[in-house]
Nanobody
C-alpha cells in the first residue's frame, strides 16, 4: 500500500522560506515520478513542481519558477520542496503525488498521478 506523508508546512511571513518534505512508503521510490500540487481555498488543485526518477529532470509551474526547488533523496524515499521568497498567494494546502510513468506532455496533469498524500497547510501572511 503506497503512503505519502507530507510535513513542514506552517505559518510564515511574506519573503520567508519553508521546506516541505514528503516521505513515501510501500513503493520502489526510485521508480516513481514525484510531484507537488497545491490547492488554495475556493480554487482548484494546481501543479507546482515535479521531479523524475533520478532527479535529473524537474518541471515547475511558471508561478513558482525561480523561487521553489524540488529535489529528492532516493536513499531516504523522500521528496522535498524548498520554497523561498514566499508570497501570500502561495497560501494553500500542498500535496505530494506519485506515479510510475507520465509523459512530459502531461507532467503537470493531476489526473496522471494515482497516489496522493493528505496535504500540509502553508500560510503566508503579508
Amino acid at each position: 500500500q503506497v503512503q505519502l506523508v507530507e510535513s513542514g508546512g506552517g505559518l510564515v511571513q511574506a519573503g520567508d522560506s519553508l521546506r516541505l518534505s514528503c516521505a513515501a512508503s510501500g513503493l520502489t521510490f526510485s521508480r516513481y515520478i514525484m510531484g507537488w500540487f497545491r490547492q488554495a481555498p475556493g480554487k482548484e488543485r494546481e501543479f507546482v513542481a515535479t521531479i523524475k526518477w533520478s532527479g535529473s529532470s524537474t518541471y515547475y509551474a511558471d508561478s513558482v519558477k525561480g523561487r521553489f526547488t524540488i529535489s529528492r533523496d532516493n536513499a531516504k524515499n523522500t521528496v522535498y520542496l524548498q520554497m523561498n521568497s514566499l508570497k501570500p498567494q502561495d497560501t494553500a494546502i500542498y500535496y505530494c503525488a506519485a506515479d510510475g510513468f507520465i509523459t512530459d506532455q502531461f507532467i503537470g496533469s493531476i489526473k496522471e498521478y494515482h497516489h496522493w498524500g493528505q496535504g500540509t497547510q502553508v500560510t503566508v501572511s503579508s
